[in-house]
């Protein structure tokens, strides 16, 4: 057992030296970002070889997420001659949270030539809510209420977040990166929200904010040093 321990020590001794001493390539990076409203990340990214084709990928990111979403109900009257609709309310919730987003990834250089190289990684990631801001909206026949609130008072369950990610980036004469990322998120961090009519404050509507969890495609744009 002593021995099995005395090994896995000197091979994690092993690898942070190959790492250390490793060539660190940095760079800059920026991620327009689509999931229900458009979002960006932008930041520094580090690349670390472990050998000719694989390397490990970080970095620290600002990333500003955004979240709508939109319900409308329908107050019906009883007739004899049926229901008969009487008033439309419509709300929506427009979340805005900024995190530090940390990505954690391998990555495999699956394609080399002299101008360009295609590279894949994977992962997961690590986000911290910051700060940010909801803001309802309803509309009741024409009658308009307004209202802006702290986002984790509201719509955002959790200041943490974490999930797997994707990229697929080209890397264009050594330096210029353009690629895909997708991340999916694995914790609820969006929660329903109770919001009290415009002539009725004591009937509450559920504003549900759709899936709960973190979903977001983007296009990445980078500069590797």
């Known amino acids: 057992m002593m021995k099995c321990i005395r090994l896995l020590l000197i091979a994690i001794a092993a690898s942070i030296s190959f790492i250390l001493e490793a060539k660190v390539n940095v760079g800059i990076e920026a991620m327009p970002q689509l999931s229900s409203r458009l979002s960006w990340n932008a930041g520094v990214n580090l690349e670390i070889p472990v050998s000719d084709k694989l390397y490990l990928s970080s970095g620290a990111f600002y990333s500003s997420r955004h979240r709508y979403d939109e319900s409308l109900w329908t107050t019906y009257e009883y007739t004899p001659e049926g229901e008969v609709p009487t008033s439309y309310e419509k709300a929506s919730i427009d979340v805005h949270g900024d995190y530090i987003h940390i990505p954690f ?4 250089k699956g ?11 994977g992962g997961f990631y690590y986000a911290y809510l910051l700060g940010g801001k909801s803001k309802i909206k309803m509309d009741d026949n024409g009658n308009v209420s307004e209202m802006s609130m702290p986002s984790f008072i509201t719509a955002i369950n959790h200041r943490s977040d974490f999930g797997l990610c994707m990229e697929a980036k080209c890397l264009l004469y050594r330096h210029y990166q353009i690629g895909i990322n997708v ?7 969006y929660q329903g929200f109770d919001m009290p009519g415009i002539h009725d404050p004591y009937m509450n509507h559920r504003l549900t904010p759709g899936v709960q969890f973190h979903q977001s495609i983007g296009l990445s744009l980078g500069y590797l040093f």
């Open 105 to 108: 990834l391998i990555g495999y």
């Open 111 to 121: 394609y080399t030539r002299p101008n360009y190289t295609i590279k894949v990684a």
């Open 183 to 189: 991340q999916h998120g694995l914790r609820k961090i």
